[in-house]
């Protein structure tokens, strides 16, 4: 079984810059990775997800040009880079993995079977 944990929130202004890191331990990342938020109020939104088959990458339009999703070079670390950040970025972020169906869910690339969770980690964007 896999666990993964999340680190590299914080608080930083708007316009700047934060980098998530997810890394699994137990086990190795499954096919489908992807991070997710939730504000406030809101439903768990899926942000960036990407596949470690092909690398094919999934961007919610609210972070399109603005966060890059990457698998890191140990194949078992997945990164969330996010450049200028807005007040509305302000979320709990999670990673998560398991396996996915092309044909299956919206988005597929962030539908996961099977799957396993971070802790979350709280970015607050805010001057």
């Known amino acids: 079984q896999v666990q993964l944990v999340e680190s590299g929130g914080g608080l930083v202004q708007p316009g700047g810059s934060l980098r998530l890191s997810c890394a699994a331990s137990g086990s190795t990342l499954d096919d489908g990775v992807g991070w997710f938020r939730q504000a406030p109020g809101k439903e768990r939104e899926p942000i960036a997800c990407i596949s470690r088959v092909d690398a094919v990458t999934y961007y919610a339009d609210s972070v399109k040009g603005r966060f890059t999703v990457s698998i890191g070079n140990d194949k078992n670390t997945v990164h969330l880079q996010m450049n200028s950040l807005k007040p509305e970025d302000t979320a709990v972020y999670y990673c998560?993995?398991?396996?996915?169906?092309?044909?299956?869910?919206?988005?597929?690339?962030?539908?996961?079977?099977?799957?396993?969770w971070g802790q979350g980690t709280q970015v607050t964007v805010s001057s």
């Open positions: 998560a993995t398991g396996s996915y169906d092309p044909d299956y869910g919206d988005p597929p690339l962030c539908s996961y079977h099977n799957s396993y």
